[in-house]
């Protein structure tokens, strides 16, 4: 969030430098062994499956195979394939990218949308706080799950994009709600005045004064969203309101679980997805208390 | 005409309440103040807490609105200071109480200086820091320690930090607001006396405002007093403090500690005269809202709100 980069020139080199907020998050997750291994898992998560989902034809996985129904974990097929005779482990390398880029491309927007909209309300407060609050409130009381369940009815074909902006559009009130209460906070106090006598503007004050102090709160509140929406998208797709088949997630292969005959019999079909969402889920959660911690100096542990 | 001019400046803040928010009441935290500060003078505002001598402050430099009045400062109207020349706003500059919540936490003293120099003078930033440097070095910190924190620092080193982003700009008029009321007072003298010296070096004009008599007698040519909003008396330093008229301002001036304990008893007394004055008589000296009347002349410079009859 902050520059901690100043060019200080050659002759300045040899002063000492305090350490920024990087420097304790990266202290507290080291002094956290739970949650470095989270880290560690998160990122090797994404790599392989960044990385693996490149060399993958995702039309080649998505193609019902009629001879290889239901077959059992195997050299060919190393984690069987479903009722359609389909790789279930091409289907969870896709299904994964499909999750985390939705959660991660949905986190990213509310955040932008919300903060942008909680620090203008809460940094300007009275009538335009009244007013943007009210469209809030709004926003907040249309029945999210209807609304997609609608969209998802309506419109025959979309992409990962279509559909984290549909999440997005309803799911950045609570984050503008959370970056309004901060802001409204922060601008009492005297450092914005001092800005404002020293003639900075209100914009400037709102996006390089006030926004660094919501920081740790913004960082924290994402990475804890971030779970959240994974989650949801997985639960969307579980119902079925979420990708189609021909896009796998997460969430449609766990509800090939809903067949009993697969349940019982054909776990390898759904246990990995069901395994992988927790361990992301508990991965995510655990960077977030971490960083909860780093910004919180009664809770640090490093 | 004076430097700074203030005319009739009434600061009201609406009280709302009520079903649907309406404006119940006014809370009159400045009405109808006058004075005006001479160039390289330093006025005090004296008065007790939310007597508005902070509001009056921060109206000046625009951090209030300004309910009516008028403000004059080198004979321009800068009533409305948010929306006149930029160039008049780097010429007025303000110290904070509270050194702890005047400065960004997040920010390096170096970016903390720099906002006015970044705000107002293009500046390459190896003379931006340069700058800094030296303003460090004229407030007495270390000049390495542009990297730091603000949370490094004790109190009395935030409090020159925000002196020197207060003065980065050379500005004419500094507002001090309660500067030295959140230090130490080992440390208040420190900060007074550098900011005498800055005063004379820079050429500087300051309305200081204290609640403390000592510092205020320290710093000040000019002294006003303000009691709930209103000015109660005003006039030189030797005017308050030797000639005190308005009982307000007799007691404020008995209540200083006297330094030598032999005249510890007849101190005492002095205050406990003072005091029954002050309660038989201030059915004279404010009127029926408790409020101070309208000052009248006593002498040139010596202006005290006594009741009409005199």
């Known amino acids: 969030m902050e520059t901690n980069k100043i060019d200080i020139g050659k002759e300045g080199s040899e002063i000492v430098k305090s350490p920024s907020g990087w420097r304790i998050v990266g202290r507290e997750i080291m002094r956290d062994k739970v949650a470095l291994f989270s880290l560690i898992f998160l990122i090797a998560i994404m790599i392989i499956v960044y990385g693996t989902s490149l060399l993958l034809d995702v ?51 509310t955040g932008a949308i919300g903060i942008i909209y909680g620090l203008v309300a809460g940094y300007f407060g009275g009538t335009v706080d009244n007013i943007m609050m009210r469209i809030l409130d709004f926003f907040q009381v249309l029945p999210f799950l209807m609304i997609v369940i609608v969209f998802v009815a309506i419109v025959p074909k979309y992409s990962i994009l279509t559909f984290s902006l549909i999440m997005t559009a309803f799911l950045w009130m609570g984050i503008a709600r959370l970056i309004r209460s901060k802001a409204l906070q922060e601008k009492e106090l005297d450092y ?10 209100n914009f400037k004050i709102m996006f390089t004064q006030v926004l660094p102090n919501l920081s740790s709160l913004i960082i924290v509140t994402m990475t804890l969203n971030l779970a959240a929406n994974i989650g949801l998208e997985s639960g969307l797709s579980f119902l079925g309101f979420g990708f189609p088949e021909s896009t796998p997630s997460l969430g449609t292969l766990v509800s090939y679980a809903r067949n009993p005959q697969t349940l019982e019999f054909r776990w390898w079909v759904w246990v990995p997805a069901s395994v992988l969402i927790l361990v992301l889920m508990l991965s995510i959660n655990n960077v977030g208390q971490a960083l909860k911690r780093a910004t919180d100096a009664r809770q640090r542990r490093g | 005409m004076s430097y700074l001019e203030v005319k009739d400046l009434k600061v009201h803040f609406p009280v709302k309440g009520g079903l649907f928010g309406r404006t119940l009441a ?59 020349n930029k160039d008049i706003r780097r010429d ?86 309660e500067p030295v009321s959140a230090l130490d007072v080992s440390v208040q003298a420190q900060v007074l006396n550098f900011m005498k010296e800055i005063q004379k070096e820079l050429g500087l004009t300051y309305l200081f405002i204290s609640h403390d008599l000592g510092v205020i007698k320290h710093m000040c040519d000019q002294i006003g007093i303000m009691y709930k909003g209103r000015y109660v008396e005003s006039g030189t330093k030797e005017d308050i403090f030797n000639h005190p008229q308005h009982i307000y301002t007799k007691r404020l001036v008995a209540a200083i500690p006297d330094m030598n304990p032999r005249n ?37 410079t010596h202006l005290v709100a006594l009741p009409e009859k005199g």
């Open chain 2, 92 to 177: 007025i500059q303000m110290i904070f109480q509270d050194p702890y919540s005047s400065l960004n936490p997040k920010k390096r003293v170096i970016d903390i200086i720099s906002e006015p120099l970044r705000n107002y003078e293009k500046l390459t930033k190896g003379e931006e820091t340069k700058r800094v440097q030296e303003l460090l070095e004229l407030v007495g910190l270390n000049p390495e320690s542009i990297l730091k924190y603000p949370h490094e620092f004790s109190g009395g080193q935030r409090q020159r930090i925000g002196i020197a982003r207060a003065i980065a700009l050379k500005p004419k008029l500094i507002i001090a607001d």
């Open chain 2, 26 to 84: 006014h809370i009159k935290a400045v009405d109808g103040v006058n004075f005006s500060i001479e160039k390289g003078k330093t006025y005090g505002l004296v008065g007790e807490s939310g007597s508005g001598k902070t509001t009056t402050g921060r109206a000046i430099i625009g951090l209030n609105k300004i309910t009516s009045g008028q403000v004059f400062f080198e004979g321009q109207d800068i009533t409305n200071l948010n929306k006149a």
């Open chain 1, 192 to 201: 914005v005045q001092a800005s404002k006598t020293l003639g900075t503007s």
């Open chain 2, 264 to 300: 510890r008893q007849q101190h005492l007394q002095f205050r406990q005269e003072v005091k029954n004055e002050y309660e038989q008589a201030y059915n004279q000296y404010f009127d029926d809202e408790g409020l101070a009347f309208q000052l009248q002349p006593v002498s040139d």
């Open chain 1, 59 to 109: 039309r080649e996985i998505v193609k019902v195979d009629l001879f290889s129904i239901h077959q059992p974990p195997s050299e060919e097929f190393l984690l069987g394939t479903d009722y359609g005779g389909r790789d279930v482990f091409g289907q969870l390398i896709i299904g994964t990218r499909n999750s985390l880029s939705i959660g991660i491309l949905v986190t990213l927007m």
